[in-house]
């Protein structure tokens, strides 16, 4: 006689978060949200939207469109439509990734029956205070690395920490096959597009156009070189985005009084990092303050290209695991010129990464989902 198996519950989960413009925060939802797809649950996404919205539901997530990370006191008019949507979704779990949009989920949920469970994730080293505590009052509390780990418990004693789980982001191995090189037509038509990348070592730096992500370094790395006789490229991609022209305009400022016109290039987002990244002979990190992980770290040493960053917060916790050559000390300019001139002359072998797989992070957090659905949510 056989006994039947009860098929695993079908959950609806609810991500909220400011946009869906860039950022790994923003890209771990996108990752979950597909994996939520493929194990049969009903994966919804609430931000103010953005590019990626059309890879989201292209992913087969649901998409809804609420401004709720504007830091204004008119994003609590948004909590009204915010509470109205979570009724009428009744999710299992609400899981916010950012503080605004977790104020208002927590407030929201205050008014929806049966109560949902909340998760929050800690993607970066906020500033401690009241303002961040929102992200430590999860049911379960995701951080991306044991660096952040530490961070939030030595600043909130009074967080449980059975309560926090480190899930580290991940990356798909046959998205950045190990010694990947592109053909010679994505070769032949990149260099044509950058023609002031072409012609010697190129290094690239791919982050956000805020201050915080080291691109002024990495201009007076490749000035630097230059006047030890080593000539590169810097390719700063991503760094162009709708909001930071200011910004961006600082950045031409330094180029040309570096005289460096010719050798640097500054592009929006792309879609083929992979490749961009298969023809660099340095990917730098050069974040001055910690960050709680480092994403383009692992991405570019599962192509088996070599990294140059800070030793400090979640990169240096990554470089210190998988590529020790690749530290130097956060902020020493003289070391970095140093180091990068020995990485270009003679890097380290790079060993096939064995941890940091996106699938990992994807189980574990639909794991958390899971184990949290089969108990009564927290009042």
């Given at each position: 006689?056989?006994?039947?198996?009860?098929?695993?519950?079908?959950?609806?989960?609810?991500?909220?978060?400011?946009?869906?413009?860039?950022?790994?925060?923003?890209?771990?939802?996108?990752?979950?949200?597909?994996?939520?797809?493929?194990?049969?649950?009903?994966?919804?996404?609430?931000?103010?939207?953005?590019?990626?919205?059309?890879?989201?539901?292209?992913?087969?997530?649901?998409?809804?469109?609420?401004?709720?990370?504007?830091?204004?006191?008119?994003?609590?008019?948004?909590?009204?439509?915010?509470?109205?949507?979570?009724?009428?979704?009744?999710?299992?779990?609400?899981?916010a990734r950012s503080r605004l949009p977790a104020w208002l989920g927590w407030w929201a949920l205050r008014g929806v029956s049966p109560r949902p469970h909340f998760v929050t994730t800690v993607h970066g080293m906020n500033s401690p205070g009241r303002y961040s505590a929102i992200l430590l009052r999860g049911e379960r509390v995701i951080v991306v690395s044991q660096t952040l780990r530490d961070y939030v418990l030595s600043h909130y004693p009074w967080l449980d920490p059975s309560r926090v789980r480190v899930i580290p982001r991940g990356i798909d191995p046959e998205a950045f096959p190990y010694g990947h090189r592109p053909d010679e037509a994505w070769t032949g038509a990149f260099f044509a597009e950058l023609p002031q990348l072409a012609g010697a070592p190129l290094l690239t730096l791919s982050a956000r156009g805020t201050r915080l992500k080291g691109h002024r370094d990495a201009i007076e790395l490749v000035g630097e070189l230059r006047q030890r006789g080593i000539d590169t490229r810097l390719l700063l991609l991503g760094v162009i985005e709708p909001g930071r022209e200011a910004y961006v305009e600082e950045l031409r400022k330094l180029v040309a009084a570096r005289g460096l016109e010719a050798q640097v290039?500054?592009?929006?987002?792309?879609?083929?990092?992979?490749?961009?990244?298969?023809?660099?002979?340095?990917?730098?990190?050069?974040?001055?303050?910690?960050?709680?992980?480092?994403?383009?770290?692992?991405e570019a040493l599962s192509l088996c290209r070599p990294v140059l960053g800070y030793a400090h917060g979640g990169v240096g916790e990554l470089l210190a695991e998988l590529y020790p050559a690749g530290r130097v000390p956060p902020n020493d300019r003289e070391k970095l010129v140093e180091r990068a001139a020995e990485l270009l002359r003679v890097a380290p072998p790079i060993p096939m990464l064995q941890r940091y797989r996106l699938a990992d992070m994807q189980q574990a957090v639909l794991a958390l989902y899971e184990e949290l659905a089969d108990q009564a949510p927290e009042r």
């Amino acid at each position: 006689m056989s006994v039947a198996v009860p098929a695993p519950r079908s959950l609806t989960i609810v991500q909220l978060i400011p946009a869906l413009q860039s950022g790994g925060a923003e890209r771990s939802t996108l990752e979950v949200a597909r994996a939520l797809v493929a194990a049969g649950h009903r994966s919804v996404v609430i931000s103010a939207g953005g590019r990626l919205v059309e890879q989201l539901l292209a992913e087969g997530s649901e998409h809804i469109t609420l401004d709720i990370g504007r830091k204004s006191l008119a994003s609590l008019l948004k909590l009204g439509p915010l509470r109205r949507i979570l009724r009428q979704l009744s999710p299992d779990i609400v899981h916010a990734r950012s503080r605004l949009p977790a104020w208002l989920g927590w407030w929201a949920l205050r008014g929806v029956s049966p109560r949902p469970h909340f998760v929050t994730t800690v993607h970066g080293m906020n500033s401690p205070g009241r303002y961040s505590a929102i992200l430590l009052r999860g049911e379960r509390v995701i951080v991306v690395s044991q660096t952040l780990r530490d961070y939030v418990l030595s600043h909130y004693p009074w967080l449980d920490p059975s309560r926090v789980r480190v899930i580290p982001r991940g990356i798909d191995p046959e998205a950045f096959p190990y010694g990947h090189r592109p053909d010679e037509a994505w070769t032949g038509a990149f260099f044509a597009e950058l023609p002031q990348l072409a012609g010697a070592p190129l290094l690239t730096l791919s982050a956000r156009g805020t201050r915080l992500k080291g691109h002024r370094d990495a201009i007076e790395l490749v000035g630097e070189l230059r006047q030890r006789g080593i000539d590169t490229r810097l390719l700063l991609l991503g760094v162009i985005e709708p909001g930071r022209e200011a910004y961006v305009e600082e950045l031409r400022k330094l180029v040309a009084a570096r005289g460096l016109e010719a050798q640097v290039a500054m592009t929006p987002p792309r879609a083929d990092v992979r490749d961009v990244y298969a023809v660099s002979a340095l990917v730098l990190q050069l974040s001055n303050r910690p960050e709680s992980f480092g994403r383009t770290v692992v991405e570019a040493l599962s192509l088996c290209r070599p990294v140059l960053g800070y030793a400090h917060g979640g990169v240096g916790e990554l470089l210190a695991e998988l590529y020790p050559a690749g530290r130097v000390p956060p902020n020493d300019r003289e070391k970095l010129v140093e180091r990068a001139a020995e990485l270009l002359r003679v890097a380290p072998p790079i060993p096939m990464l064995q941890r940091y797989r996106l699938a990992d992070m994807q189980q574990a957090v639909l794991a958390l989902y899971e184990e949290l659905a089969d108990q009564a949510p927290e009042r």
